[in-house]
Structures are given as structure tokens and as C-alpha cells.
């Protein structure tokens, strides 16, 4: 499987930018798609999820009400919407897929098989 993200750049603080993801291979097991981010000096810590059959969705606390995840199934692509940015969601933001091989809890990055190569989101005050 791979994944390739797009959409980062550089947005003012209250501004707005949308991430993609496109999943190509053998996705046919996926069972969740999430993204992740890496602040400068810190670790990868998770933003959102959403499972593939239903479309459930999981977000963190820092970015519930403000970012929106959704999948489009046909073309296996996964979007993050990201409304009223701060300049703390500065970040490589990562995208991943979770294959559903084991039982995983996806706001960890132990439950993803498979992470795309980042995107720079920068965000201005």
C-alpha cells in the first residue's frame, strides 16, 4: 500500500487548508485511515480517524470542533478538513492506514500498517 498526501502550505492563524490522502495497492482490508502530526522537537501525536466501513470518526481534543475528517470510498482518499487554525497546528502532518490485521485502538500509530511522507502545514499568527 501506498499512501501520498497533498494540500499543506502556509496559512494565517483563523485561516483554513485542506489535506488529502490517496491510498493505492492492495487497499481493499483497510480499516481505518487517520491523520498524525510532528511538531518541531516533539512527537507524532494524533489528530484524526475514520473507519472505512461506517465512517465513524475520531478526533483529539486539540482539534475537535475545528478539523473534519471524511473518506471518499471510490477513489480510497481520505481529506482533513482544517478550519480556525492556530499556529500550534504547525506540523508534518502524516497520513496512515490501518489494514484491520489485529484489533488496534487508531489514535495510536501502533494500529497503522502503512504512513504516507508528510506534509508541511504552516501556520502564521
Known amino acids: 500500500v501506498q499512501l501520498q498526501a497533498s494540500g499543506g502550505g502556509l496559512a494565517q492563524a483563523g485561516g483554513s487548508l485542506r489535506l488529502s490522502c490517496v491510498a493505492s495497492?492492495?487497499?481493499?482490508?483497510?480499516?481505518?485511515m487517520g491523520w498524525f502530526r510532528q511538531a518541531p522537537g516533539k512527537g507524532r501525536e494524533f489528530v484524526s480517524a475514520?473507519?472505512?466501513?461506517?465512517?465513524?470518526?475520531y478526533y483529539s481534543d486539540s482539534v475537535r470542533d475545528r478539523f473534519t475528517i471524511s473518506r471518499d470510498n471510490a477513489e480510497h482518499t481520505v481529506y482533513l478538513q482544517m478550519n480556525s487554525l492556530k499556529p500550534e497546528d504547525t506540523a508534518v502532518y502524516y497520513c496512515a492506514v490501518s489494514m484491520g490485521y489485529r484489533i488496534v485502538v487508531v489514535s495510536q500509530e501502533s494500529g497503522y500498517d502503512y504512513w504516507g511522507q508528510g506534509t508541511q502545514v504552516t501556520v502564521s499568527s
Open positions: 495497492g492492495r487497499t481493499f482490508n483497510t480499516y481505518a
Open positions: 475514520i473507519l472505512w466501513s461506517d465512517g465513524s470518526t
